[in-house]
């Protein structure tokens, strides 16, 4: 039985206790939540060794991180290496996004050495396969589909991004009214050109139900990707994408009905102005679904710093509501991360959470944040590592420089204004 019909008939499962510890929530607000589909605990039912997250309404804003072979480099063990860093820093969360070598070897691979929710883009591999065993992603069919998709439940996969709202209407009008940057959704251009060679609706959407039944199974979440997601600021909230998320949304509706947990995917490249309307959009058509952003991208002049340029974006949509931050590494836009990248791009995105969840949460979120102030009042070097997002770099850069002032860091030495100010209270005081 899935979570959400558990919470509907007023169970509190051990899931949602281990959440409600988590976030400092009570049982009965998360149960409460789940049934109403405002948070979605994601655990397939056949994962075991791992702790179920809750990711949603009233709950601390997640983070995923995305790894996965290339055509161009296809290293299991790095792959796995890069996991196993995502989670060392703080990942909640990690996507295969695989499109090279065996494809089931590397995903059940990252399953074992990750302790946290794995999702997939099933889609990735079904179509790879039909252009290996057929000749071309065109041949794959509905059967080639559903089969990867059971492939990827029976594994353990968590959660899976499903593109079911790119239907054949928008794929026909996206032919006669071309954006400037098109489709740049992997799964949603493969959906597309098979859409248009088989002039036939997109199989995800087509078949629907089956999809809901396969995942209440093992109570894996859908994420319902956004294959029509803008590649650049100008192509933001255009017909395409709102067109999408409207169908998105009766999607969500039909999911709940069937107690099956659903998130909603969002862009993308949004300007700045742009980014809390987005945000309110999804909640209000999606009647409150988790919302899953990837950044989001608010400049697009930023190659070799996207980590940076996600991070804002991830902070504005945190923010307005979003629930769940993809990661965007320094890689975004050239190549293939590697582990560093992996690492500055978690970090840079926990920043971003952890910055929202300040004001979203309040002191839930912020008791770190006064630790670590209260630290710094004492010059408490120690005290300040075990409060930073990530000490290593933290003692690595005070480590740089033989220190005169052990007490102060090397910027400022025996002129440091901390210390300056309370010697003045001291000799103060002295006086009085």
């Known amino acids: 039985m899935t979570q959400m019909k558990e919470a509907k008939l007023l169970r509190i499962t051990k899931e949602v206790l281990t959440v409600a510890e988590d976030e400092g929530e009570p049982p009965d607000v998360i149960r409460r939540n789940v049934a109403k589909g405002t948070v979605v605990i994601v655990k397939n039912v056949k994962r075991e060794g791992i702790r179920p997250i809750g990711i949603g309404e009233g709950l601390r804003t997640k983070v995923?991180?995305?790894?996965?072979t290339s055509l161009d480099l296809c290293?299991?063990?790095?792959?796995?290496?890069?996991?196993e860093a995502a989670v060392r820093y703080g990942a909640d969360t990690v996507m295969d996004l695989s499109v090279e070598g065996d494809l089931d070897e590397i995903r059940r691979a990252i399953l074992k050495a990750v302790n946290v929710p794995v999702g997939t883009v099933p889609i990735y591999q079904a179509a790879i396969e039909a252009a290996k065993k057929k000749g071309s992603i065109v041949d794959m069919d509905e059967d080639d589909v559903f089969n990867v998709i059971k492939r990827h439940i029976d594994d353990g996969v968590d959660f899976m991004t499903v593109h079911c709202g790119v239907t054949k209407e928008i794929v026909d009008r996206i032919v006669k009214q071309p954006r400037l940057l098109g489709i740049v959704s992997r799964g949603g251009v493969f959906l597309t050109t098979w859409i248009l060679h088989h002039e036939k609706e997109n199989p995800l959407y087509a078949n629907f139900d089956y999809l809901l039944e396969m995942a209440?199974?093992?109570?894996?979440?859908?994420?319902?990707g956004d294959a029509l997601r803008p590649g650049c600021i100008f192509d933001a909230t255009d017909w395409f994408q709102v067109q999408e998320l409207l169908v998105v949304g009766q999607l969500v509706e039909r999911a709940r009905a069937a107690d099956v947990q659903t998130m909603v995917e969002g862009p993308g490249h949004l300007p700045l102005d742009q980014i809390e309307a987005n945000v309110r959009l999804e909640k209000s058509i999606c009647k409150g679904a988790p919302f899953y952003v990837l950044g989001p991208i608010v400049t697009e002049v930023a190659p070799g710093y996207d980590h940076v340029?996600?991070?804002?974006?991830?902070?504005?949509?945190?923010?307005?509501?979003?629930d769940f931050i993809c990661y965007v590494t320094p890689s975004e836009h050239l190549g293939l991360p590697t582990v560093e990248d992996v690492r500055d791009g978690v970090i840079a995105s926990r920043i971003a959470a952890h910055a929202a969840d300040i004001v979203k949460l309040g002191a839930r979120a912020y008791r770190r944040d006064l630790e670590m102030a209260r630290a710094r009042a004492n010059l408490d070097w120690k005290g300040q590592f075990e409060q930073a997002i990530d000490p290593d770099r933290a003692r690595e850069i005070r480590g740089r420089v033989a220190l005169k002032e052990p007490e102060a860091c090397s910027m400022c030495s025996r002129y440091c204004a901390i210390k300056l100010f309370k010697e003045s209270l001291r000799t103060k005081v002295s006086c009085l």
């Open 64 to 68: 995923n991180a995305n790894v996965g």
């Open 309 to 322: 340029v996600g991070a804002i974006g991830g902070a504005l949509a945190g923010l307005a509501g979003a």
């Open 216 to 224: 209440a199974e093992c109570d894996v979440v859908l994420s319902l």
């Open 75 to 83: 290293d299991l063990g790095l792959e796995v290496k890069k996991a």
